[in-house]
């Protein structure tokens, strides 16, 4: 990113069993680093994680399922796709922090290098070269 270009505007959101768990996870086995963590205890009310090269997610404790909780995401019902300019490296520190890899490196027919793991809450990450289509200029 430059100091031109503008934030991420867009912030995939997940709940988890152990948030405070998961955020070791999501750190020790592909790299997010720590933005911000708000709760007390065990609980998380609200993180974010961001990824080096931009972008992010957010993530906070799954609550009991009442008519107050605007955002009833179930842990490991997330999945989500990141960008990476070394896969191999990443898989080599997702297979050793323990991550369930799902789908081995490979290549891909549209010219990605990807691979697909799983977290401890059961989410679903896929992490490849692929950035994605040129934007069509209106």
Not at 32 to 47: L, Q
Not at 88 to 106: N, V
């Amino acid at each position: 990113m430059t100091q031109k270009t503008p934030p991420p505007q867009v912030w995939p959101t997940l709940r988890a069993r152990d948030a405070r768990g998961l955020i070791k996870f999501l750190v020790d086995a592909f790299g997010f680093e720590v933005t911000v963590v708000y709760g007390d205890g065990d609980r998380v009310d609200h993180a974010q994680l961001s990824w080096p090269p931009g972008g992010g997610v957010m993530l906070g404790s799954v609550r009991d399922s009442d008519e107050t909780d605007h955002w009833p995401v179930q842990p490991g019902s997330f999945g989500c796709y990141v960008v990476t300019d070394d896969p191999d490296g990443l898989y080599e520190q997702a297979t050793k922090a323990g991550a369930e890899i799902i789908a081995e490196l490979h290549e891909t027919e549209y010219g990605s290098r990807d691979f697909a793991a799983r977290d401890p809450e059961g989410n679903r990450w896929s992490f490849g070269t692929y950035r994605g289509e040129p934007r069509l200029s209106s």
